[in-house]
């Protein structure tokens, strides 16, 4: 099983100038420095929360046809794109939509097939014949997330010189949606 990101999410749920406000900074001499901090932090803490915050497509790559149903994490599911499986010949298919049904309330979301359908009969591909595509996160961030990045950002910001992990405050904030 192969977990991938495909698309990264196209903003941040903290901006530049919400991260500079925060560190108190004027100018722009470290904007790269800060712009890449943001990023960090929102990894950093998607990690912790089994989240992704922002729109953001991922893959991820079985050997086998799973279990139905099945999860596709981080949280929260917004759409699948494709389901897809490429048979021992090489031959890649795609599923008909109207084959499965999709979880989005659940956290992580899942996958099922439809009443009545089964996955196809054929030899897969040895290795990585099944890919799942799929659409996780939204438009903004709560604002507890956005407190722990800054949280976060700001410890990274003062210390440069030390790897720091989620500080105790951040960690509190993340845990009150965290995915299990």
């Known amino acids: 099983m192969t977990l991938r990101l495909i698309t990264p999410p196209a ?24 712009a890449a901090l943001i990023s960090a932090a929102r990894i950093l803490c998607e990690a912790y929360q089994g989240r992704g915050y922002i729109t953001q497509t991922w893959e991820l790559t079985l050997d086998a046809f799973p279990e139905s149903p099945f999860e596709l994490p981080p949280a929260p599911l917004a759409s699948v794109v494709s389901i897809k499986y490429t048979d021992s010949g090489g031959t890649e298919y795609t ?19 439809a009443d009545g359908v089964s996955w196809p009969s054929v030899d897969l591909y040895p290795v990585g014949g099944v890919k799942i595509r799929y659409t996780v996160g939204g438009a903004s961030a709560p604002a507890n997330v956005k407190q722990a990045i800054l949280l976060t950002i700001g410890g990274w910001y003062e210390d440069r010189q030390v790897g720091n992990d989620l500080s105790s405050a951040a960690k509190a904030l993340l845990t009150v949606d965290r995915v299990f």
């Open 11 to 34: 903003t941040e749920p903290v901006s530049l100038a919400e991260a500079k406000l925060h560190l108190k900074v004027d100018g722009s001499t470290d904007d790269t420095l800060i």
């Open 95 to 113: 599923m008909d939509p109207g084959d499965y049904v999709i979880d989005t309330s659940a956290e992580p979301g899942r996958v099922a097939l």
